[in-house]
């Protein structure tokens, strides 16, 4: 009986499926600052809205703000800086370094931005810059981890 040679394909890396991608713990923060990073421009859209809109609302007159600015104007640029918020809130689920960049960016002027409205509304005030703080911390810890998200 003459044997016919079986031939064996050589192993390769691709014949298994990879390894499923670990994330540490610290890749979280990530989607926690992003989902801060929404809230805290929900919450800028509501002050620009009642900035706009019932001018007899805030504590102190215009006069009384950091920057000598009208209700108006002051509720324009929180309504800018609350949709920019969100939308960089949701930058952050695409996972790219260029989205955590910009919302690091976003929420320092933000938390800027805000305390020059400290005289006029402090709760909410506060209530911004400490979420923009947070926001912050979650993007910049360990960065280097967050990658292997």
Request: net charge neutral; with cysteine; glycine share 8%.
């Amino acid at each position: 009986m003459t044997q016919t040679p079986t031939t064996t394909r050589p192993r390769t890396d691709f014949d298994e499926p990879p390894p499923p991608k670990r994330g540490s713990a610290w890749s979280g923060w990530i989607i926690f600052g992003g989902v801060m990073l929404a809230l805290a421009g929900s919450f800028q859209l509501i002050e620009g809205f009642v900035a706009l809109l019932d001018h007899n609302y805030y504590l102190v007159a215009r006069n009384g703000l950091v920057v000598h600015m009208s209700y108006t104007g002051w509720g324009w640029v929180h309504i800018a800086f609350g949709t920019i918020n969100i939308l960089a809130g949701f930058g952050l689920f695409a996972r790219s370094t260029a989205a955590r960049i910009w919302a690091i960016i976003v929420a320092a002027v933000s938390a800027i931005v805000n305390i020059g409205f400290t005289a006029a509304y402090p709760v909410w005030v506060i209530m911004i810059v400490t979420l923009d703080v947070l926001v912050i911390y979650a993007l910049c810890v360990h960065w280097d981890e967050a990658e292997r998200f």
